[in-house]
């Protein structure tokens, strides 16, 4: 088994077009999951190819190379719209995580609680990929995501980034996350709310996105529809806008509990994002 760690991306497409390697990035998912006796022929390592680290605005977009990590996030200089992103960034793992660990990484390993997806679907965030054999794509978030730990990437590709059009300057956002104790803590469930207030304070735009309560973490359309030219106080989380959501029993909570959890958690991110 080799390690290689590249620095131009066209060098790395290559490598990754011989087959059977592993990408890594901070490998804070990779090692936890690696068994013993079982390797891939290499580990191709991203996290030093040119360009990757930077988050960079281009033609209206701000794009976020695929070796940002969340340290990255939480220190840059990201309008209101981005709050969640970056209280999500605050809440992954400890600080020596935070370090290491790539948003990138976080949708690649696709945990239906990864704590950065719910954030990037309410930015209607893109995923740009790229091989040798076919080029480079972009694929919205909500369908890079398959499955539990199952995405859209082919064999011989890569992210390269992910990218966010510039959201309105009045947008402001907000995440939630309930886990069994403060810190280090696999989520329960999380919500993370985009909103936009009209000038007579009735809200203009909602997104809103739950994580841990189905396969891959989902937008809640008829939520949404429903608070739009609402007024703050008449906002009101009836179940059946939670439809989408499958949420299972296990350790961590019941079904149940976690409906109940997401309701509350619906309505906190709003009144959050909407006193920003
Ligand atoms: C102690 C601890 C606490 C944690 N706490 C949290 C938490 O609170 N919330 C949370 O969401 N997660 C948590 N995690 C999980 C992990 O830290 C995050 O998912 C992290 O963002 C993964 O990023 P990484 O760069 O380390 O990914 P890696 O481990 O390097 O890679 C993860 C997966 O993505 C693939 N990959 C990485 N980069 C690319 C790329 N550019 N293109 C294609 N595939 C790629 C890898 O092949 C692998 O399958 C925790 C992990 C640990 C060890």
Redesign the pocket.
């Known amino acids: 088994m080799s390690y290689i760690s590249p620095t131009k991306i066209d060098e790395a497409l290559e490598v990754l077009s011989r087959g059977s390697g ?11 999951s690696a068994q013993p006796g079982q390797h891939p022929d290499f580990y191709l390592d ?1 996290t030093r190819i040119d360009g ?1 680290k930077q988050i960079s605005l281009r033609d209206d977009t701000i794009h976020f190379g ?2 940002v ?2 340290t990255d996030i939480i220190n840059a200089d990201l309008g209101p719209a981005f709050d969640a992103l970056k209280a ?1 960034a605050r ?4 600080v020596q ?1 935070q370090n ?7 949708i ?2 696709a ?1 239906p ?4 997806v719910p954030p990037l679907l309410a930015l209607d965030a893109s995923v740009e990929l790229a091989s040798h054999a076919h080029g480079a794509r972009v694929l919205p978030l909500a369908e890079f995501l398959t499955g539990v730990r199952s995405t859209a ?1 082919r064999p011989d ?4 980034g992910l990218q966010v059009s510039v959201p309105p300057t009045n947008m402001t956002s907000a995440f939630e996350k309930l ?1 069994s104790r403060r810190y ?4 329960i469930c999380m919500t993370a709310v985009n909103l936009t207030l009209g000038q007579d304070g009735r809200i203009a735009d909602a997104r809103i996105a739950v994580g841990a309560c189905s396969a891959v973490a989902q937008r809640l359309p008829a939520l949404e529809a429903s608070v739009i030219g609402q007024r703050l106080e008449k906002v009101d989380i009836k179940p059946e806008f939670l439809a989408p959501l499958t949420p299972i029993n296990d350790v961590r909570g019941t079904a149940e509990y976690r409906y109940d959890v997401v309701q509350e958690q619906c309505k906190r991110a709003i009144m959050q994002a909407a006193s920003r």
């Open positions: 592993k990408i890594i990035a901070g490998g804070t998912d990779v090692y936890p991203v990757l695929s070796a990590t969340w999500a809440e992954v793992g400890s995580i290491a660990a790539t948003v990138a990484g976080n690649c390993n945990s609680a990864a704590d950065g990437l590709e890569m992210v390269v886990g280090l803590v696999i989520s």
